[in-house]
C-alpha cells in the first residue's frame, strides 16, 4: 500500500516562502512520477509541480507558479519537498500530494491523472 503524507504546511505573509514535504512509505518501485496539486473550495484542483523520480529528476511546473515554486526530491529522507518563494495570496489552498507510474520522463507532467493521494496540507498567504 503506497501512503503519502504532507506537512509543512501554516501561514505566511505575501512574499515570504514555506516548504512543503510528501513523505513517501508503503512505497512502490512502480511510482516513478511524484506531484504537488492544490485545490480552493468550489474551484477545480490545480496541477503545481511533478518530478521524475525514475531517473533525470526532471521537473514541470503550472504556469502559475513557474519561477516561484520549487520541486526537488530528498532522497536521504525519502521525501519529495515543495519550496514556495515570493508567496501570493493567490496561492492559499490545500497542497497535495500525488504519486504514479509513467513510462517516461516526458510523461510525468501536473496535467496527468495521479492514482495515489495524500490526504493534504492547508497554505494560507495573507497580504
Known amino acids: 500500500q503506497v501512503q503519502l503524507v504532507e506537512s509543512g504546511g501554516g501561514s505566511v505573509q505575501a512574499g515570504g516562502s514555506l516548504r512543503l514535504s510528501c513523505a513517501a512509505s508503503?512505497?512502490?518501485?512502480?511510482?516513478?512520477?511524484i506531484g504537488w496539486f492544490r485545490q480552493v473550495p468550489g474551484k477545480e484542483r490545480e496541477g503545481v509541480a511533478t518530478?521524475?523520480?525514475?531517473?533525470?529528476?526532471?521537473?514541470n511546473y503550472g504556469d502559475d507558479v513557474k519561477g516561484r515554486f520549487t520541486i526537488s526530491r530528498n532522497i536521504a529522507e525519502n521525501t519529495v519537498d515543495l519550496v514556495i518563494t515570493s508567496a501570493k495570496v493567490e496561492d492559499t489552498a490545500m497542497y497535495y500530494c500525488?504519486?504514479?507510474?509513467?513510462?517516461?520522463?516526458?510523461?510525468?507532467?501536473?496535467?496527468?491523472?495521479?492514482?495515489?493521494w495524500g490526504r493534504g496540507t492547508q497554505v494560507t498567504v495573507s497580504s
Open positions: 500525488a504519486a504514479r507510474y509513467v513510462p517516461r520522463a516526458s510523461a510525468c507532467t501536473p496535467l496527468r491523472e495521479f492514482a495515489d
Open positions: 508503503g512505497y512502490a518501485t512502480r511510482r516513478n512520477c
Open positions: 518530478i521524475y523520480a525514475g531517473g533525470d529528476g526532471s521537473t
